[in-house]
Structure formats: structure tokens, C-alpha cells
């Protein structure tokens, strides 16, 4: 004797999946047009395909369900007793279909109505605004909010959900984020045209560079922790900020030496009101990368921004990979 606890032993079938016992989507489309039409033909020629694959589908369906669901005759296609039952339940099921598929595009649109970006200061205030303007040019309805801050912020955001996708400039990045180089930078060192190392007839060696205070970002920094990492260590920060304009604005005013990306000081460099220092020794180039959570990818209005920064090349002396 057969088990009838609900467990569904005993059930033809029961030990395969639903997906494999209920036609799909597209046959039940099908039928509903038959029964709609009266014609196999005009069925097939509404939804797009030949009478002959119509004709297998609704064989198959027909194999499936183990009942006739259609009579073919020259003067048309009439649906069996067993095939208008099946296509009242039909017209159930795609009903809900539709309903899960309205709900779907509406959980698409709220995703994509906003994107939240959160950037390390140089990319914030240097790459990022080209980047939304193509993407504005793109999703003209997506309201994206910036939100700037060092490398170390940038991860917190991401990790605390503030931030659909964050990009930034260090030599490494926090376990638990995924990552593509968007862009390859340099960094500079710059005085005042007044300070003493702008007068060298030698390029200034790595060991100076740091032995010498400079004008500094403060911990957590990209630049920071790409210059630390280059010279092996830092002397003691003649001026510590937290932004790349102050570092700019410090150094123009004469306090002392900095150290910043290309993409920061091209302006002041061509009207000399600061000076490209050379140095030897060193490599001062660094990945600048997006990030988003491991095994989130990006998707919507960040996969389309993530795309834009891959495809377009960098503002300022430096392109991207």
C-alpha cells in the first residue's frame, strides 16, 4: 500500500521538482492563445513563432500532463474538456506571473531611482563629476548622492550599507570587498615656486623625501598610505589635514612641501604657483579601484557608473587601464 501522509510518496511524479511537473510560462501563453484565437496558426503568429514549433509545444505540454489539451482539425483548433480546465488554471497562474513580474520591475525602479556613491577625496573631487555626468547622460531619473572621505571611510560606508559602491586610491583593500582597477594615478611632489627645493639642479633623493615633515592627509589616507608604503616610512607631519584642497592650498601658501596626485595639481602646476619637485629612487604610482561588497556585484545605476569609468578615459595626464 501507498503512504497518503502528505509526504507525497505514492504521487506519479512526487520526486521530481514542481518545474518539472507544471509546463512553463511559455506553453501556457500558448495555450491561452489558442483558446482565445480558435487557431493553432493565429496563436503561433501572435506570440512570434512558426505553427510547427507551436504544434510541438503543445505536444510536449500535452505529453507532460499526460491529457489531450487540443483537437486539430482543418477548420481549426478547439480545446478538449481536459484542455479548457487546463487553461482556466492557466490563466491563474499567468496572471500571477504577471503580477510577480510588475512587482519585480517596481523593486527594479526604487533600486534604481538612487545611486550612493562614496569616494576617496582625490577621485571625489577630480574624476568623479565627468563619471556623473555621463551617467546622468545615461539615467536622467537616478538621484545620486557623493559622499566623500578617506580610503578607510569609503569601506566603512560600504560595509555599514551607506553606499551602493565606493571607490578608492590605496595600495590595498579591507577583506570582504571586491575590486576593479578603474584608473591609474601618479603622485607628485610640489613646493612653492619661494622654497628652497624649487632652486635644485638635482632631483631630490627618496631618503630626504622621508626624512623631510611634509604637508600630510591624516591616517587612513590613500595618498598617505601609498607614499608611507614607497618610502619605507614618514617623518613627522609638518601639517596634517583631511582633504586634498588643504594639502593644495597649504602648499601654494608656501608652509612646505606636499605630496599629491597628478590629477590634483595640474592647474597650479601650468600657472607656477607650485613647482614639480623631481625625485630619484622612488616610484610614487598607485591602482585607483572601485569597490563594492564580496559577492555583491554591482547592479543598476552602480553597474552602469562601474561600466562608464572602465570605458572613458581619466581627466588630467593619466589614463585609464
Not at 487557431?39 to 507551436?54: F, H, K, M, N
Not at 487540443?70 to 482556466?88: F, N
Not at 570582504?176 to 601618479?186: E, K, P
Request: charged residues 25%; hydrophobic residues 45%.
Amino acid at each position: 500500500m501507498t503512504k497518503a501522509d502528505g509526504s507525497g510518496q505514492g504521487r506519479p511524479g512526487a520526486s521530481t521538482s514542481l518545474a518539472h511537473r507544471v509546463p512553463d510560462l511559455g506553453a501556457l501563453e500558448l495555450l491561452l492563445a489558442v483558446a482565445r484565437l480558435g487557431s493553432l496558426g493565429g496563436a503561433a503568429r501572435e506570440l512570434g513563432i512558426t505553427q510547427p514549433a507551436a504544434s510541438s509545444r503543445i505536444r510536449s505540454m500535452e505529453r507532460q500532463l499526460g491529457v489531450a489539451l487540443v483537437d486539430r482539425s482543418p477548420r481549426g483548433s478547439r480545446l478538449t474538456d481536459a484542455g479548457a480546465l487546463v487553461t482556466d488554471w492557466a490563466r491563474r497562474v499567468v496572471e500571477a506571473a504577471e503580477a510577480f513580474d510588475a512587482g519585480a520591475q517596481a523593486l527594479r525602479d526604487r533600486r534604481d531611482s538612487r545611486l550612493r556613491v562614496a569616494a576617496s577625496m582625490t577621485i571625489a573631487e577630480y574624476l568623479m563629476p565627468g563619471w556623473l555626468i555621463a551617467l546622468r547622460a545615461r539615467r536622467p531619473d537616478t538621484a545620486v548622492s557623493l559622499l566623500a572621505g578617506n580610503s578607510a571611510v569609503v569601506a566603512q560606508r560600504l560595509f555599514a550599507d551607506e553606499a551602493d559602491l565606493g571607490f578608492v586610491e590605496g595600495l590595498t583593500v579591507p577583506s570582504g570587498l571586491d575590486t576593479a582597477v578603474v584608473a591609474r594615478d601618479r603622485l607628485v611632489v610640489v613646493t612653492a615656486p619661494g622654497h628652497p627645493w624649487a632652486r635644485r639642479r638635482r632631483p631630490l633623493a627618496a631618503e630626504e623625501l622621508a626624512a623631510t615633515p611634509l604637508i600630510l592627509r591624516e591616517e587612513g589616507s590613500g595618498t598617505r598610505q601609498v607614499l608611507d608604503t614607497a618610502l619605507g616610512g614618514l617623518a613627522r607631519p609638518l601639517i596634517e589635514v583631511s582633504s586634498t584642497t588643504a594639502v593644495k592650498a597649504s602648499a601654494v601658501s608656501g608652509a612646505g612641501p606636499a605630496v599629491l596626485s597628478e590629477l590634483a595639481v595640474g592647474e597650479e602646476l601650468s600657472l607656477r604657483r607650485l613647482v614639480r619637485i623631481p625625485v630619484h629612487g622612488v616610484t610614487l604610482k598607485r591602482d585607483l579601484r572601485a569597490v563594492w561588497p564580496t559577492g555583491h556585484r554591482p547592479v543598476g545605476p552602480a553597474r552602469e557608473l562601474l561600466t562608464l569609468t572602465r570605458c572613458r578615459p581619466s581627466a588630467g595626464p593619466t589614463t585609464n587601464a
